[in-house]
C-alpha cells in the first residue's frame, strides 16, 4: 500500500494473507467466466454433395439460443444461398446451391444452459460432372402393317440431362393427336397411334447439353396392302412372314376356275445388329471400331462425324466394309479424335444408323 508521512513515500510491502486473498479472487473469477463458455463439442459428421445441388445441415441441439452457421472460420449470414432454420430440436442450414466454396468444414455454433455448443459437419464436394449424351440403347427401324401402333424407344445417358427432340424426314415432330412423345428417367419414346403410310419415313432423335450432342436415326415402313383388277383378272396382294426378317409378297391370280400363286418380291431393310457404344485410345495409338448390320439388298454403308463422311481426305481414316461388317480404322490417334461417330446404312427398303462415342484417354 502507499502511505504519505510528512510528504515522504514508502511502499509497504503486501502480506501473504493479502497476496492469497486476491489470487483466490482471480482463481473465482476464471472460473466463473470459463463456466460460461463451456463447449460441449459433438462427434464430427461426414458430408458428401454434387456441386450444383442442395445440401441441409442439421444440427441437434437442445435449448439453443444465438444461433450462428460458420464455414471455414467465417459467420455465414442468413440467407437465400443460405437459410437457417429449425426442425424440432435440429437448428437447419439449408444451402441453396453447393459449389467448391462449401468445400471444408461447417460449423453450428449455438449457446445453451450447459454453455457454447458446437456441431461440425466436414463437407465433402464432388465437382460437377460433365458427361456429352450418348444412347445406351438406340431406336430400331420397324416394318408394321397399316394401322398398327408404332413405338420408337431409346436411352440417353449425359450430365446435365440432355435436352431432346424429335424429327421426321428433318422436321422437328410437334405432338398432335397421333404422335405421342414421353420421358421416363433416361428412356426417351415416340408413339405413332395407328400409323399410316403417310407416316412412313426416317425418325431422328437428337440429344445435346453443353458438353456435346449425339443422334441416331431409324426407319418407319407402313405397309398397305394392294387390290388391283385388270380387265377380268383380281391380284389381291397379301404379305406373309415366312422366314425370320424376310418378307414375300404373294399374289392370287384368279381367272374363271383357275388359281396360280408366284412370289413378287423378297428383301428386308438395313438393320445394325451390333456396334460398341463407347471406344477409347491412348493418344499415338491404333483403334478400330467394327459394326455388324444385316439387309437385302446389300446396304450401301457411312461413317459420318460432325456431317462429314469419312475419311474425307484424311490419310489416317480407313473404312472396310465386308458382306456384313463395317470397320472403321483410326491410325495415330489424336485427341481431336474424341467425339460421335454414326454408322449409316440405307438401301431401296429403308435405313439404320447407330452412334459410338470415341474417347481419348490422357497420357
Known sequence: GLQVHSHQLFWTPKSSAMISEEVLRKEMIHEEICSSVTEVKSSEIQKSVREGHSLTLRANIHGASNIKWILNGQELANSEQYRYGVSGSDQTLTIRCVTQREQGIITCQAQTEQGLVRCQFNTDVTPKSS??????????????????????????????????????????????????????????????????????????????????????????NALKGLHISVGSFSLLCISLLIKPFHFYSVFAVFKTCSLTWFSLSTGTPPKIEALPQHVSAEPGKSLSVAGMFSGDPAPSVQWVRSGRTLPNGDERFHVDNAA??????????????AGAYTLRLSNELGSDSATVNVHIRSM
Not at 324 to 337: N, R
Open 131 to 220: 458427361e456429352a449424351p450418348h444412347f445406351l440403347v438406340q431406336p430400331r427401324s420397324q416394318n408394321v402393317d397399316q394401322g398398327q401402333n408404332v413405338m420408337f424407344t431409346c436411352e440417353i445417358a449425359g450430365d446435365p440431362s440432355p435436352e431432346v427432340e424429335w424429327l421426321k424426314d428433318n422436321t422437328i415432330i410437334c405432338v398432335t393427336p397421333n404422335i405421342k412423345l414421353s420421358r421416363s428417367k433416361n428412356s426417351y419414346t415416340l408413339e405413332i397411334c395407328e400409323a399410316t403410310v403417310a407416316d412412313s419415313g426416317k425418325y431422328t432423335i437428337k440429344a445435346r447439353n453443353q458438353f456435346g450432342q449425339c443422334s441416331a436415326t431409324s426407319s418407319l
Open 324 to 337: 456384313d461388317l463395317s470397320t472403321l480404322m483410326i491410325s495415330a490417334v489424336k485427341e481431336d479424335d
